[in-house]
């Protein structure tokens, strides 16, 4: 990865900005992410520095330095952390005559290319970019006679991030000695996963080291200015999770809004929050630097939001402003996949030795689409290989305990699915035979009254029996069998 440079502060040796040297170290990390296992230094004059926009120092007011660029790269949507297959533009705001600038970038595998070559697509003054994970690096405009813009670093998160980071409260914004709770939320084993960060000031480091205290799985954090920063989850591996930017701005101003994505359709409100008494406070708020309304009670309520809702939000009141805080909207109406990952029998949950069909249904040639999965041990492949049995265009698994993760279709140009997670539950003991018909063990009136409900016909049957059955001895009663010696008296009294 390329380090951000050092901030820039002013000199107090009365030297001019020109005769300032700005050193770009380029630092190969070690697998772990922690240690850098080489580094490499080049020195730019005070004009052609690279510098990071999201770790320029503020200077009283929230203003940033003026450095005289002559160029200035812009990003939209104006933020650093992606995940694949999301869409980025970049374009070069330049002083003068724009001819001649593009937008070039060295990625972290140190491939040094400009947009419109082997990634990007050039519309206009723009630079599109459909993001895959290779396309992380750091990014700047450039003229032809070697002039540089602001270098902006993007990164790019694979879309089967095994775990995510957890915010709580849900916000970016806090205030200093406000407290902050972050967990891993991970699929499968969350051993060996731990919450590090990238504060502003560009030092990279983990809780319970210098910050923030470890309690069970969550580490809680209590805020100070220096805690600004970006924080994710990362495990030994290296694997990692969603990144969120959090901001502890030393105003007494912040604008209460989600850390973490919201979905398009869900309320949200956003809170304009003064330190002092009263707290709500009468607040204006902007999206995109644009004013969207006043509202007398401080808080701001969009009730079903949607992608165009996606943007920089920040407020003001008679105390101050707020710093700007990304809102991200997940709108799933807009997910025009190329493809869809379909499960049969349709239920994430199976128990073990069960079987289940996963086939990609494919808009158009459905050649070279095929199944992979992460499982929750991070291993990634696809069907056929060690796992699964390819029939026509569908993958039949017969599961085992290790066949739990995350499943989706993939082509062979990078092009994906939905992605579904599947869980295998070890099989419980072997049931007990019982009879398919239930054997009955009731009292009699029990039972009529069960006939009661069920049948009435039945009922009716069984009462015309019962009558029948009681005249029938009723009848016996009334006239009785004559004995032997009756029928010998009645036999003389013939003679």
């Known amino acids: 990865e390329t380090s951000v440079p050092p901030p820039l502060y002013p000199r107090s040796d009365g ?7 700005i050193v770009v170290r380029r630092v190969v990390l070690s697998p772990d992410g922690v240690g850098p296992l080489q580094s490499q230094s080049r020195a730019f004059p005070d004009r052609q520095q690279m510098r990071a926009r999201s770790h320029i120092p503020k200077e009283p007011g929230g203003r940033s330095p003026d450095l005289s660029l002559p160029a200035s790269l812009s990003v939209s949507p104006d933020r650093s952390q992606f995940f694949e297959y999301e869409s980025v533009s970049l374009s070069c705001e330049v ?49 032809g006679s070697g002039e540089h813009s602001n270098a902006v670093n993007i990164t790019v998160h ?68 220096s805690d600004s920063g970006v924080y994710w989850c990362v495990s030994g591996s290296g694997e990692h999770s969603n990144a969120v930017n959090i901001t502890v701005p030393a105003g007494a101003v912040i604008l209460e ?16 929050r003064y330190q002092g008494t009263p707290s709500n406070l009468t607040a204006v708020f902007y999206k995109d630097g644009s004013l969207i309304r006043t509202e007398t009670t401080g808080e701001m309520t969009i009730p ?13 009141n008679s105390e101050g402003e707020s710093p700007e805080s ?18 049969s029998p349709d239920r994430s949950q199976f128990f073990e030795y069960e079987s289940v069909s996963l086939s990609c249904e494919v808009q158009g040639n459905s050649a070279g689409w095929r199944v992979v999965r ?19 265009s569908s993958c039949i698994v017969s599961l085992i305990l290790s066949d739990s993760g995350v499943y989706w279709c993939e082509s062979g140009s990078g092009e994906h699915s939905n992605a579904v997670n599947i869980t295998v539950h070890a099989a419980g003991p072997t049931p007990i035979p ?28 069984i009462i015309l029996l019962v009558k029948y059955c009681r005249s029938r001895a009723q009848g016996e009663t009334r006239v009785p069998r004559k004995t032997h010696q009756d029928q010998l008296g009645d036999h003389v009294e013939e003679e």
């Open 15 to 21: 030297r001019k900005p020109d005769e300032i040297l």
């Open 95 to 143: 002083q003068g005559n724009s001819a001649r600038w593009r937008v070039v970038r060295n990625t972290e595998r140190g491939i040094l290319s400009e947009c419109n070559t082997d990634w990007g697509k050039q519309q206009g003054s723009s630079c599109i970019v459909s993001l895959i994970t290779s396309d992380s690096g750091v990014y700047w405009c450039e003229s």
């Open 158 to 225: 694979d879309l089967s991030v095994p775990a995510s980071l957890s915010v709580s409260p849900d916000r970016s914004q806090f205030f200093e000695y406000e407290s902050v709770s972050l967990s891993c939320e991970v699929q499968g084993n969350s051993t060996g996963w731990r919450v590090v960060r990238n504060s502003e000031r560009g030092i990279l480091s983990e809780c319970h080291t210098d910050w923030g205290k470890q309690q069970g799985s969550s580490c809680i954090v209590s805020l100070i200015t």
């Open 257 to 272: 809004s989600p850390a973490l994505p919201v979905t398009g359709g869900d309320s949200v409100t956003l809170r304009c």
């Open 304 to 316: 079903a939001v949607s992608k165009s809702d996606e943007g920089l939000y920040k407020c003001t």
């Open 326 to 343: 990304w809102m991200t909207v997940t709108d799933l109406s807009d997910l025009s996949l190329p493809a869809s990952l379909i499960v």
């Open 374 to 392: 992460n499982t929750t041990r991070g291993i990634l492949s696809e069907c056929n290989t060690d796992w699964g049995k390819q029939q026509g």
């Open 434 to 461: 019982s009879p398919a018909v239930p054997v009955l063990s009731m009292s009699l009136p029990r039972l009529l009254c069960i006939l009661l409900v069920g049948s009435p016909y039945l009922l009716v049957t």
